[in-house]
């Protein structure tokens, strides 16, 4: 994997992703009680979503405001 230098998030980019992940938690717990046969591809769902939390939360870390000293 190669590393990449991220761009600063603004203030308000901060905040639509932070949404963003708590509506994937959100998702993602609604969907831990189904059976897999109940939904055609629950499995390849829920890897998506644990992916795109993974990523989401990446980014806030790798751009995160650096503490003023």
């Known amino acids: 994997m190669v590393a990449r230098k991220m761009m600063g998030l603004t203030r308000v980019e901060r905040e ?3 949404d963003t992940v ?3 938690q959100s998702a993602r717990t609604s ?3 189904f ?3 109940k939904i055609p591809d629950l499995e390849g ?3 998506c ?3 795109a939390d993974r990523n ?3 980014a806030l870390r790798l751009t995160s405001p650096k503490p003023n000293k």
């Open 31 to 33: 969907l831990e009680d």
């Open 45 to 47: 769902m829920q890897t």
């Open 49 to 51: 979503l644990k992916d």
């Open 22 to 24: 708590l509506k994937i």
């Open 56 to 58: 989401l939360r990446m």
């Open 16 to 18: 639509k992703i932070t």
């Open 35 to 37: 059976e897999d046969d």
